[in-house]
């Protein structure tokens, strides 16, 4: 328990952004590294870091997008049981409300390599908070240093 309350925050309670499900992986290595994937040019939030994932289609499971979106993006095959729920991230930008899953995954099949014009780069778990983030995935690498250092 905590001594301190949480400061008060406004409610919002009728909010017409509409809310999109995103799915992200957290891919880490022998070497406890993270793969992160750079936005290319033409995108929203070009040239900031991200954890690979993508949409949720609609009436399709977390696992089931993820893998989807890590052979679109990557050319890896993951099976939904080296999937492992983390955390989530919940996050309002102006024109949207992002909620995301994050999964950790230790096992895949295949090398990642870019299939959708991003860069890629595997980093040290200790030096993710190096790189330029969505503002939704920053809390996300907080939570991974507290748990995978």
């Given at each position: 328990?905590?001594?301190?309350?949480?400061?008060?925050?406004?409610?919002?309670?009728?909010?017409?952004?509409?809310?999109?499900?995103?799915?992200?992986?957290?891919?880490?290595?022998?070497?406890?590294?993270?793969?992160?994937?750079?936005?290319?040019?033409?995108?929203?939030?070009?040239?900031?870091?991200?954890?690979?994932?993508?949409?949720?289609?609609?009436?399709?499971?977390?696992?089931?997008?993820?893998?989807?979106?890590?052979?679109?993006?990557?050319?890896?095959?993951?099976?939904?049981?080296?999937?492992?729920?983390?955390?989530?991230?919940?996050?309002?930008y102006e024109?949207?409300?992002l909620v995301?899953?994050?999964?950790?995954?230790?096992?895949?099949?295949?090398?990642?390599?870019?299939?959708?014009?991003?860069?890629?780069?595997?980093?040290?778990?200790?030096?993710l908070q190096?790189?330029?983030?969505?503002?939704?995935?920053?809390?996300?690498?907080?939570?991974?240093?507290?748990?995978?250092?």
């Amino acid at each position: 328990m905590y001594d301190e309350p949480c400061p008060p925050r406004p409610v919002v309670i009728d909010d017409d952004r509409p809310v999109v499900w995103v799915v992200a992986a957290a891919l880490v290595d022998r070497e406890r590294r993270v793969l992160l994937s750079r936005r290319p040019e033409g995108k929203a939030m070009a040239g900031l870091w991200e954890f690979p994932g993508g949409k949720m289609e609609p009436g399709e499971i977390p696992e089931a997008a993820l893998r989807r979106e890590l052979f679109e993006e990557l050319g890896l095959d993951v099976c939904l049981s080296c999937m492992l729920p983390f955390a989530f991230a919940s996050h309002s930008y102006e024109d949207f409300h992002l909620v995301m899953p994050l999964f950790v995954i230790r096992r895949w099949d295949g090398v990642p390599r870019p299939r959708e014009g991003q860069e890629l780069r595997w980093v040290p778990i200790g030096r993710l908070q190096d790189y330029s983030l969505p503002p939704a995935d920053e809390p996300l690498v907080v939570q991974l240093q507290d748990r995978l250092l």
